[in-house]
């Protein structure tokens, strides 16, 4: 046997051994289905993946308060994956700035490949373990990160090595697969192992896998923000009006939170320089723009509490 031929069956071995990768006879006649049977078999299998995450739970909380802990001293999250999981942890990135005002660099999307491999695939570079380390070098990676490998095998070099290479940076690092015992959750400090289990296409992982992942994703980033003080209650008041139809909900948020007329919530808003959190807080507080400023800045952003500074009944 060639060493080639001995590689390959190697790599075999490895993917017959992954959950994710199994093979399931019951579907071999799927392509037969009408297109009604195969949207409920599939309907059926995304309905399974809610339950395996929330087997992950305390495991995912554990991770988001250690990601605050490090946040809160002026850390970034980033993510780091291949192909769907790099997507994935790319669009989460992407996301945060017009959700929570976040700055570009705070939250952080890495693929491997670099930004042609969101829409081409990039050969091989999935297979790299020192591009991980280098697209991390370039980030200037410190102890105050938080570095989140994503990859549905749970062995993808490009995942496993940035987790490696940021734990050795002092970074705090979480594993995200969707195989038990894997590499990756074995070199985090937070492994999270959400098993779906086999694909309705065998090995396609931008299903069931996929979709687990982005719902991990919307937890690490969404709690986050909560607890950083981006929400008031389940209101996005950090949210950045960058265009009509935010500026719009920016209007509609300033509302809800608190029952001023349209008349009066324009003119918070016109105080503040559109700014949400501190047009509320001008009305509920009964301060003026400048005064709300300094008080958030005093409470690190964190509305209740600059409301409670304000003295405002019942804010805590």
Known sequence: MTSSTADHAELRSQLDALTTEAFRPELADIDRLSTLEIARTMNGEDASVPAAVGRELPRIADAIDGIVARMTRGGRLVYAGAGTAGRLGVLDASECPPTFNTAPSQVVGLIAGGPKALVTAVEGAEDSAELAARDLDALGLTDRDTVVGISASGRT???VGAVEHARKAGALTVGLSCNAGSALAAAADHGIEVVVGPELLTGSTR????????LVLNMLS????????KTYGNLMVDVRASNEKL????RRIVALATGAPD?????????????VKNAILTLLGQVDGPTAARLL???????????QAAAVPGAG
């Open 157 to 159: 070099p490009y995942a």
């Open 207 to 214: 299903l069931k896998a996929g979709t687990a992942q982005k």
């Open 222 to 229: 969404t709690i986050t923000m909560i607890r950083l003080g």
């Open 247 to 250: 500026r719009a909900r920016s």
């Open 263 to 275: 008349a009066e919530v324009e003119a918070a808003l016109a105080a503040t320089a559109g700014e």
């Open 297 to 307: 800045a005093d409470s690190h952003g964190h509305l209740r509490a600059a409301l």
